[in-house]
């Protein structure tokens, strides 16, 4: 039998019961979203069952969404089963302040630079992982560039002049 | 009967003096049997016409580069066709693309590398000043970090542009003085670059 979405929510449920919400799947991908201490439970699961088979990670990355208070850091796990073709998205949420979440790079080797990866755009601190320091960006970057609270031009340019670039500055534009 | 064939019996030569450019002789004193001028013209003249550039090409401003070094627009006429790959044994550092902040140091080694007497051309929007990459990850000039000679507008800059930034470079270097690189002023330039 053919492994279908209802079949892995199902399973999902019938396992991990009411610590699993939000089942949404927009374009055939099955969303689904936990508490982040369950993120290693739930990956190990979806790893090791028969009928699941979820053994392929294809991405971890983040979504910043400033206005959620309390969850404004969403970690999102791309997971494919390669013997049925079905991919599916895992998101824990997790607070600005603490971006504290699990590493999954016990289970996954590749886990360990898409950590390393979204720790640099975002700030995610995973812990437990074997070597988190910036991976993209120049070491020595403050900040988390990805974050909306910060805005998308480079506030270190000294040469570029606003008004050359269409924002501020004293030129006003009749319309 | 075929007709015969016509061979072109009296083939015009070229003067070898038509073929030839000639540099302009510096200005100078000449005499019967002497001519004299300033050494610093000479040697001038001489750097000018025999560049060797080092390409630093990172985007597409490195396509048009190539385009400048093939037979259309031939940078070779220029006395810059031998493109050196070793920055020891270059004069002119060509910087051409997109220079993000983690290149940055390897930029600014290659320049160190480099023996005096160094010129560098910052080729295209983004070398000048980070191009429409206004963001964290992209240095905003290549001149934040080292010195420019002469900036190429464009994005990219056709090949055209190439060529007059390498005249304006030649320029700079027919008229150089010999003691410039020894003055005051080009070692407090290079100290603003932290660079000794």
Redesign the interface.
């Known amino acids: 039998m053919a492994l279908t979405l209802d079949i892995i929510q199902e399973k999902l449920l019938e396992k991990f019961g009411d610590q699993i919400s939000f089942f949404i799947d927009p374009f055939g991908v099955l969303n689904f979203e936990t508490p982040k201490e369950y993120n290693l439970k739930i990956l190990q699961f979806l790893f090791d069952d028969e009928t699941l088979r979820f053994r392929f990670l294809t991405d971890i990355c983040a979504v910043h969404y400033p206005d959620e208070k309390g969850r404004e850091l969403a970690i999102v796990y791309h997971l494919h089963n390669l013997v049925d073709n079905i991919r599916i998205r895992y998101k824990v949420f997790t607070a600005i302040e603490t971006p504290d979440i699990y590493t999954a790079t016990a289970l996954y080797e590749c886990a360990n630079w898409m950590e390393r990866e979204t720790y640099d755009f975002f700030g995610v601190n995973f812990l437990g992982h074997p070597n988190l320091k910036r991976i993209q960006n120049v070491e020595e970057m403050d900040y988390f560039p990805m974050r909306k609270e910060y805005p998308m031009e480079d506030q270190t340019r000294t040469d570029k002049d606003d008004e050359m670039f269409g924002r501020g500055g004293t030129v006003i534009y009749n319309k | 009967m075929g007709r015969p064939v016509r061979f072109n019996i009296n083939p015009q030569k070229t003067a070898i003096k038509d073929a030839i450019g000639f540099a302009d002789m510096p200005e100078g004193f000449e005499g019967e049997g002497f001519y004299a001028t300033k050494f610093e013209k000479v040697i001038g003249l001489a750097r000018k016409n025999s560049i060797w550039p080092l390409p630093f090409a990172t985007s597409c401003c490195g396509i048009e580069f190539m385009a400048t070094m093939g037979s259309h627009y031939d940078l070779a006429r220029f006395g810059s066709e031998r493109l050196g790959f070793t920055p020891r044994q270059c004069d002119l550092l060509m910087v051409m693309g997109t220079i993000a902040?983690?290149m940055a140091p390897i930029v600014k080694q290659v320049y160190l590398q480099m023996a005096e007497p160094r010129w560098v051309l910052a080729m295209g929007a983004c070398a000048s000043?980070?191009g429409i990459f206004?963001?964290?990850?992209?240095l905003?000039?290549i001149d934040q970090i080292i010195p420019v000679d002469v900036y190429i507008p464009g994005c990219p800059p056709r090949p055209e542009g190439v060529l007059d930034g390498i005249l304006r470079i030649q320029d700079l270097v027919h008229n150089e003085s010999l003691r410039r690189r020894n003055s005051e002023h080009y070692k407090a330039l290079l100290g603003s670059y932290n660079i000794q």
């Open positions: 902040k983690k000043s980070g206004d963001s964290y990850s992209v905003q000039g």
